[in-house]
DNA sequence: TATTGTTATACTCTATAACTATA
DNA sequence: TATAGTTATAGAGTATAACAATA
């Protein structure tokens, strides 16, 4: 007979369609942005420019995306003045990029756009206790990008 | 002065940028997807039909998008024989969706693929109890989502 | 020559509006 | 008339290939 509980099949059976969950949790990101106007690689894009700016080839690597995918979200967020390109001039090939105050106040409403959309649903957990573990969990996996950047960069 | 501690502080400010944790998520999941060459919309369609049949209007609904939409999504799925369209006989305006073989064994592949690079990522964190509360969260966030629904569904 | 970024082009996902078939 | 779904069309994000400017 098997020791398992009921509650680690349950877990196995999320560990193989955990890419399910954060298929729908996307998507709710989606409708978040919806309300100010925001694709998900527009998000993206002014959450990196509010670290540091960067230049066009530093946004794809970044973004996982092609150079080309880059001007094309670029300039959605240029012509709403929310992200101003600037020439390098130690390097005039090179595009630097950086957020305007324009864009770094819709990027702080649609970090709260976002962030209330995804309360409204931990909030419709009945135990406050797992609300806390669900946001919990994103901020582990935040740390997890930051701890696989850095892996990464190691090896190359 | 005040009580609360640096954890507390890197919480609070977590729950404010939480979106865009969740819209990295989103794109390593699109990064797993590649493999099998399925989109992140085809991903959801997939996952949907392997829990029950369902007409367009349905998907449209559950997916959140505009029936257009549907119909687009599925035709690529169609082409590739992932999902077949079925005719209903109670009521010839609207159509069945169900998953074939090949489809339900495409999903299990992407789910295997998604799985793994986020496992690659979530095992970068130094501490494997770590890793475990990042999934654990996403288990509480499946969680949620059936809450979410539910509420709307009693609300309606 | 090699590198950086953009342009040209095509495919998918998204939407709205208009249409067809059915109820 | 009303409803279910598709077609027509347009805009954004993605890619590859080709190009211009610069190093």
């Known amino acids: 007979m098997s020791s398992r509980t009921a509650g ?28 100010v106007d925001l694709s998900l690689p527009q998000y993206r894009v002014l959450g990196l420019l509010d670290e540091s700016s960067a230049f066009s080839s530093a946004l794809a690597e970044r973004l996982a995306v092609r150079p080309p995918s880059v001007t094309a979200i670029v300039d959605g967020l240029v012509a709403r003045g929310l992200v101003e390109r600037r020439p390098v001039e130690s390097d005039r090939r090179r595009v630097d990029h950086a957020l305007t105050e324009n864009g770094l106040s819709v990027l702080k409403s649609a970090d709260a756009a976002v962030g209330a959309r995804l309360g409204d649903i931990a909030g419709c957990l009945d135990d406050p206790a797992a609300t806390e573990r669900a946001f919990d969990g994103l901020f582990v996996w935040r740390q997890a990008f930051r701890a696989h950047r850095t892996a990464r960069r190691t090896v190359q």
Chains 1, 2 share one sequence.
């Open 8 to 35: 680690e099949r349950a877990r196995d059976r999320e560990r193989k369609t955990v890419g399910r969950t954060a298929a729908w949790l996307a998507k709710q990101v989606e409708i978040g942005l919806g309300s």
